[in-house]
Structures are given as C-alpha cells and as structure tokens.
C-alpha cells in the first residue's frame, strides 16, 4: 500500500477547551492531539503512527496568543512560530525564544507549526521514524545502537536502551529561560518547569514529555527573572537554511561590573531532554565573560559524554558551542 495514503481516523476540531478536555478525557490513549500538523502528519502518512482520532487543537481561541503578565509573558500552545519571532514584545523581552522560534525548519513550517507542537513533538531518529519496532516503538531493541547504525544524530548524555536526542530548538530556550509548562486536564491544571516538562528514556522511553493521556499543553509562561537577559542561540545543522540540530545552545545570562551574575544555559540534540548545563552556570558564575573562562565552560559541558559510532564530532561541536556562547553573548 502507498506510503502517501494516511490510515482512516476520526477527526474533532473542538472550538472550545472545556470540550477538547473533555474528548481527550473519554478517548485517552487513543486521541492525538494535533495543532498544525507539521509532525504529526509525518507519522500518518508515513503510516508509522495509527491513532483512531485526532483532536484539532487549532479552533480553540484560548490558546492562541502573546499576552503579557505580572509574571512576565504567556504564550499559548498554538500560536505558531512564525508569530513568536515577529511578535515585538518576544523579540524585546524574550529574544532568546524569538531566535530559536527563527531557527526551526522552513518558513512555510514555521507559518503552521506551532509552540505546543514543536515543544511536544517526537523523536527524530530515522529507524522510529521509518515505523521499526525498536524500544521506544515498544520493540526489543535499538537500530541505532548498533555497530552499524547510522547515528551521527544521537545523544552524547542520557543513553538508557534509546539514543535519540531532543529535536526541538524551542525547548531548549524555554529550558534556558526557565520557562513553565501549563497543563490541563479535566481534572484541573499542573504548572510543570520546562526542565522537567521533558523526560528521557529511564523515566519512560516511549514519551518525551510528561503529558499523560488527557494532559494539554495549553500554554507557556515566560517568567520575568529573565526577561531582558543577554542572549545567546546558536545551532549547527547540516543545512544551514532548514535542518534540525546537531548540536544547538540556549543561554541567558546577566553580566554586572563585568562578570557574568546570574546564567541558564542548555544544550539541545545531546540528550533525550535539553540539557541544562548547571556545573558550567557554577564555574562562569561570578567570573568575567573572558577566552580563559569560556574555555573551561566548553571542557566542562563535555565531561561525561559517551561518544556511539558516528556521533564523536559532537563534542568538539558541543565544547565549542558552550565556548562561545560565554565569549560572544
Ligand atoms: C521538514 C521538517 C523540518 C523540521 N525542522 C525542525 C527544526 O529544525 N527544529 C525543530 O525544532 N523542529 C523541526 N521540525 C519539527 C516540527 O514539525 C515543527 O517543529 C513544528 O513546530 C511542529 O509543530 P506543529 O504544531 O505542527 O506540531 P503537531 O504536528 O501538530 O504536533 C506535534 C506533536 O505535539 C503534540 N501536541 C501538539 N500540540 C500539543 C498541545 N497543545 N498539547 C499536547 N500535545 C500537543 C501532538 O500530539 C504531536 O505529538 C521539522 C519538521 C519537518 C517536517
Ligand atoms: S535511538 Fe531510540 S528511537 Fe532510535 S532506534 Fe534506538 S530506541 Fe528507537
């Protein structure tokens, strides 16, 4: 059967969050949850994925928009990207996200795709993607993880039976901005920070996030802390106009008299989860943004890497990343 052809399934396009609460409450497991289908339709069409239903997140007014609060700025789930890296007050405030919100796919991915969705989405590793039934399909066992799997692309941190690396640029700012996740359900609404919003595959190889059957990401909080910090993104991809990550960094830093007070930094597509590099926020805090000291952040990001097959180069890259980031924010 053609590859092109996605299987039958039921679609909602519920208008209202009460009601999507309600259709994800009663089909569990068996809703997806779709905003602009940039990811989602991937797995469909490639047949990877067969969910009965899809609920359409995109109708419902109460998550969309950029709003700003005593707090600092809430985004909701499906405003796309190509809204955050215009929206004035994110490039203003929260430059960091405007840049990696910049920084995802192509344009036209980027008109539909949205923060909840790019936040959520799946692993990227090429054997899950195809439809193989490795680990965290359910399977027993790891194509990538092999003498002669192709993973150039996997993680350097975090390995437990799945080697895949977070995908998303976004998350890895919100990581580095402290950002926290707005959950719903139908049974009230959890605040989770980003950095444990993501999990890696010893808590659960088949999800990357906390989101249990029913749970919506309904928006994201960007809290003041860091709001207006010096700003660093950078990623390198093979492609420079669209590709995901190899490596990327998000950093937030103030510096004050000269030295670097106050810092997040995280790295993305090392890890399942974006990676908060808090050893290197200890040895920079305090210390001025000079060659000598973001040298030794980019030793220290590295410590602890476990290199597979074809993935060794990522941590000059990752070193590197980490360097300039402390030199050139
Ligand atoms: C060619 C290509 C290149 C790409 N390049 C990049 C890249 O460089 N960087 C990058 O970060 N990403 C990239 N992506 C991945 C991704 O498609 C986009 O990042 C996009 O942002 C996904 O958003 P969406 O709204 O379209 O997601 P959808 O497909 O609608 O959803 C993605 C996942 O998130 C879940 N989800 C969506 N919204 C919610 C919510 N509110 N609550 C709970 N779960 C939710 C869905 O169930 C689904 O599992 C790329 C994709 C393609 C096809
Ligand atoms: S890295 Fe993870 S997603 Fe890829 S084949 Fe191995 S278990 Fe599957």
């Given amino acids: 059967m053609s590859r092109d052809m996605m299987p039958h399934f039921e679609r909602y396009q519920p208008e209202s969050l009460e009601n999507a609460l309600d259709l994800a409450n009663q089909l569990g497991p068996d809703a997806w949850l779709m905003a602009g289908g940039q990811d989602s339709l991937d797995w469909f069409k490639d047949r990877a994925k067969r969910p009965a239903a899809v609920v359409d997140l995109t109708r419902i007014a109460a998550l969309h928009g950029i709003r700003e609060t005593e707090e600092g700025l809430e985004i909701g789930a499906t405003t796309t990207l190509t809204e955050i890296e215009r929206n004035p007050l994110v490039q203003e405030k929260y430059g960091l996200l405007a840049q990696a919100a910049r920084r995802v796919a192509s344009p036209q991915i980027r008109n539909a795709g949205t923060l909840g ?36 692309e996997h993680c350097l941190f975090g390995a437990s039976r799945c080697v895949a690396v ?18 719903r359900s139908s049974k ?19 999800r990357m996030t906390v989101l249990e059957p029913g749970e919506i990401l309904t928006a994201v909080r ?108």
């Fill in 117 to 152: 969705g790019n936040l959520c989405q799946d692993a990227r590793c090429w054997y899950y993607r195809y439809g193989l039934n490795c680990y965290r399909a359910g399977g027993n066992t790891c194509y990538a993880d092999t003498p002669q799997g192709q993973n150039r």
């Fill in 166 to 183: 977070s995908p998303s640029d976004t998350a890895t700012a919100a990581v580095a901005l402290d950002a926290r996740m707005v959950i």
């Fill in 188 to 206: 009230g609404e959890r605040i989770v920070p980003a950095e444990e919003f993501f999990i890696g595959p010893a808590v659960n190889i088949t």
């Fill in 222 to 329: 960007f809290p003041k802390e860091w709001s207006g910090a010096t700003y660093y993104f950078e990623k390198v991809a093979d492609r420079a106009s669209w590709d995901f990550a190899l490596v990327s960094v998000a950093a937030a830093m103030f510096i004050e008299g000269g030295n670097i007070s106050r810092i997040r930094i995280a790295c993305g597509a090392v890890e399942c989860v974006p990676r908060r590099l808090k050893v290197v926020e200890q040895v920079v805090t305090g210390s001025p943004k000079t060659e000598e000291v973001a040298t030794l952040a980019g030793k220290t990001a590295v410590q602890g890497a476990t290199t597979l097959n074809f993935n060794h180069f990522k941590v000059p890259l990752m070193e590197n990343l980490v360097r300039r980031a402390i030199r050139d924010a």
